[in-house]
């Protein structure tokens, strides 16, 4: 092993006298920062004012007496979440122990059964739902109407106490995942509106996805909020449905563009067979091309779902309580303004966190879907 570890270093750190002087800076820099970070954290960082603040993190000005829906808004999506991972890679008994770390990290930190057992219960549902579709063949068939009705559910469950209340984390993986689902069909067929030979339909549709991709996505956002009110009038649409439909109009054009890469990757003799069996365009594009297509760009299309994640705090312009806003809020109160440092690390925490298992589940989907064996 000593000799292994020996010939990795020698021919990857100082192969060349380049590369040695480079490893002699980096390295002892790269400790010494990680040595400061933890010193910080174990001996300087006050760090009570995470669980202090925890329900605003995670769900912002969401009336506390109304902490319920919330939680059901989250066991559902555990539940698809975790029904969506069994489709990818099977359960097993080591990911029950993964598992079983946020609620017992929640009940280390000092939160209580209100938060602590919840958390338990969501988690169990999690697994509950990787276990089934892992074993249960049936269960990944019925997959896309139960995602259809647990998304139905979830704004059914959120929206009594008001649309504009919704904040935090809650708000940000709400807004990832409506945009993520919406900017798919979409972005679809916009990708074979991009190809159609009727030239009117390509035209709008080549015209659409350039202007989309040539504008900030806050300039979206902020124009598609102001304009709601204008186009449809009388439907007094929420802040946080504005929100969804700039996200949605924006990432339509990215994934259009990413099936469109996929759709040029299917050989075209394969089309050319189809029709010479008599099959219609329809029938080619959904049982043929698509799935072919949408196979090859899996890894793009998963990376844009880490963007819309990492893009969310946008909504800010709009008024709304993201999870980055979340924290703001609490750093503005007097008694927590010299708690900067720690705030701000818990959100770079979480959003790294996020953004490692999203590239996660991409790798093992990837793998899943044998990409590299084609």
Not at 132 to 149: E, G, Q
Request: hydrophobic letters at 55%; charged letters at 10%; one cysteine or more.
């Amino acid at each position: 092993m000593i000799a292994y570890a020996f010939k990795w270093s020698r021919h990857n750190l100082f192969a060349k006298p380049f590369d040695a002087l480079l490893s002699l800076i980096v390295i002892p820099g790269t400790l010494w920062l990680i040595y400061s970070a933890l010193a910080w954290a174990f001996t300087t960082a006050q760090w009570d004012i995470i669980p202090q603040s925890m329900r605003v993190l995670m769900i912002g000005i969401f009336p506390a007496d109304q902490v319920w829906r919330a939680w059901t808004a989250v066991g559902i999506i555990g539940a698809l979440l975790g029904a969506a991972l069994g489709c990818v890679f099977s359960f097993r008994v080591h990911h029950a122990f993964i598992l079983a770390v946020p609620p017992l990290a929640l009940a280390v930190s000092g939160q209580g059964m209100e938060v602590s057992g919840p958390a338990a219960l969501v988690v169990a549902i999690l697994g509950c739902g990787w276990a089934l579709t892992s074993y249960v063949p049936l269960a990944r068939k019925v997959l896309l109407p139960a995602s259809f009705t647990g998304f139905i559910s979830i704004f059914a469950v959120m929206a009594p106490p008001g649309v504009g209340l919704w904040g935090g984390l809650l708000l940000s993986i709400l807004l990832t995942l409506v945009t993520a689902v919406l900017s798919l069909p979409i972005g679809i067929l916009l990708a074979f509106g991009r190809r159609s030979r009727f030239s009117s339909v390509r035209v709008i549709c080549t015209g659409y996805i350039e202007i989309m991709r040539s504008l900030p996505l806050i300039l979206v956002v902020y124009w598609i909020w102001i304009l709601m009110p204008v186009l449809a009038t009388g439907w007094n649409l929420a802040d946080v449905a504005r929100g969804m439909i700039g996200f949605t109009i924006f990432y339509s054009a990215y994934v259009a563009e990413y099936v469109r890469s996929g759709l040029q990757a299917v050989p075209q003799g394969q089309t050319e067979a189809a029709r010479s069996l008599g099959m219609s365009e329809f029938d080619i594009n959904r049982s043929i091309v698509l799935p072919q297509a949408l196979r090859v760009v899996v890894p793009p299309l998963v990376g844009n779902v880490l963007d819309i994640f990492n893009a969310a705090p946008l909504v800010f312009i709009i008024g709304l309580t993201d999870f980055l806003r979340a924290g703001q809020m609490i750093l503005a109160n007097p008694q927590y303004g010299d708690r900067t440092y720690e705030v701000y690390s818990f959100l770079l925490l979480t959003y790294f966190l996020a953004g490692s298992m999203i590239t996660y589940a991409a790798r093992k989907l990837e793998a899943h879907m044998a990409v590299g064996s084609r």
